[in-house]
């Protein structure tokens, strides 16, 4: 068994990452023979050259922090309500779920209908209310990362929800029964008892939405392809155009310069945890 997790350690994981640090130090089109160029695709990501790659940094943290500033708290607040003694509760929490359940692909091609140009249903719906419906939503490169940002959330917060719902369950009810002896209204228990108590499973919803938010490739690929103007594009989907889908960067593949980006990325994406990791760790302390 020990031996099958060791291989499966190699394959997976050690693999991979010594073929990307490998090919990071070459230049490398896929096709003629790889040429050692050693910290060059390095120190193009930190020149001029690498101007557009910082500015799908930008756009990634952007979407990721204002994706979570809606998801978390919408997540937790349908949480609170599904979780507590309504009609229909079952019915509410599988309509939650359910749009986790669809492919991004699918997800953000209706996205991407649904506030089409002219036609799109939201413009439609625009009109009927008297307005001029005529709003360009993905000629702009806010109004586009707004969208992406809404079928994100659209997508993720049911599964946040459930998440929450779960950690409200092992809240014991006995703590409620004596705030509200004590005269504290529900406003007061949510935040006196509720939010307090849900901290560990708060801390894991916000890190893995977080970090799925820094990764995001597909949605991005099948609203805007990061248009426009590279104003939507992120870092993962960057990369992935790199060495799968460089004509649409108008350059020639180059795996040497993206696996240089790919570790780059990595490396943010690790620093960024660690941060999170340790500023959460010295909230517990506190808190203790």
């Known amino acids: 068994m020990i031996a099958i997790s060791v291989i499966g350690l190699a394959l997976l994981v050690i693999y991979p990452l010594g073929w990307i640090l490998r090919f990071s130090l070459y230049r490398y089109d896929g096709i003629s023979e790889p040429i050692y160029v050693g910290m060059s695709n390095f120190i193009r990501a930190f020149g001029a050259n690498g101007a557009r790659y910082w500015q799908t940094v930008r756009n990634t943290f952007v979407f990721a922090f204002?994706?979570?500033?809606?998801?978390?708290?919408?997540?937790?607040?349908?949480?609170?309500?599904?979780?507590?003694?309504?009609?229909g509760r079952s019915f509410f929490r599988t309509v939650y779920f359910l749009p986790s359940m669809l492919s991004v692909a699918v997800m953000g091609i209706m996205f991407y209908y649904l506030f089409g140009s002219y036609s799109g249903a939201i413009n439609e719906i625009v009109r009927m209310f008297g307005g001029a419906g005529n709003t360009r939503w993905f000629s702009s490169g806010t109004l586009a990362m707004i969208v992406i940002m809404i079928?994100?959330?659209?997508?993720?917060?049911?599964?946040?929800?459930?998440?929450?719902?779960?950690?409200?369950?092992?809240?014991?009810?006995?703590?409620?029964?004596?705030?509200?002896?004590?005269?504290?209204?529900?406003?007061?228990?949510?935040?006196?008892i509720t939010i307090p108590m849900l901290a560990?499973?708060?801390?894991?919803?916000?890190?893995?939405?977080?970090?799925?938010?820094?990764?995001?490739?597909?949605?991005?690929?099948?609203?805007?392809?990061?248009a426009p103007n590279f104003q939507t594009e992120m870092m993962m989907s960057y990369v992935y155009k790199l060495f799968f889908a460089s004509t649409q960067l108008g350059t020639a593949n180059n795996f040497g310069y993206g696996a240089a980006l790919s570790v780059i990325t990595a490396v943010i994406l690790t620093v960024v945890t660690l941060i999170y990791l340790r500023v959460t760790h010295k909230g517990s302390e506190i808190h203790d």
């Open 66 to 87: 204002g994706k979570l500033l809606v998801e978390i708290p919408l997540a937790l607040v349908l949480a609170y309500i599904v979780a507590g003694k309504i009609k």
């Open 151 to 192: 079928a994100s959330v659209w997508q993720n917060f049911g599964i946040n929800m459930l998440f929450f719902m779960t950690g409200l369950q092992s809240i014991p009810e006995e703590l409620y029964e004596a705030a509200t002896i004590d005269g504290a209204n529900s406003v007061q228990r949510f935040f006196r």
């Open 200 to 226: 560990p499973v708060s801390q894991m919803v916000i890190m893995n939405a977080l970090l799925g938010s820094l990764k995001v490739v597909d949605l991005v690929l099948a609203m805007t392809n990061g």
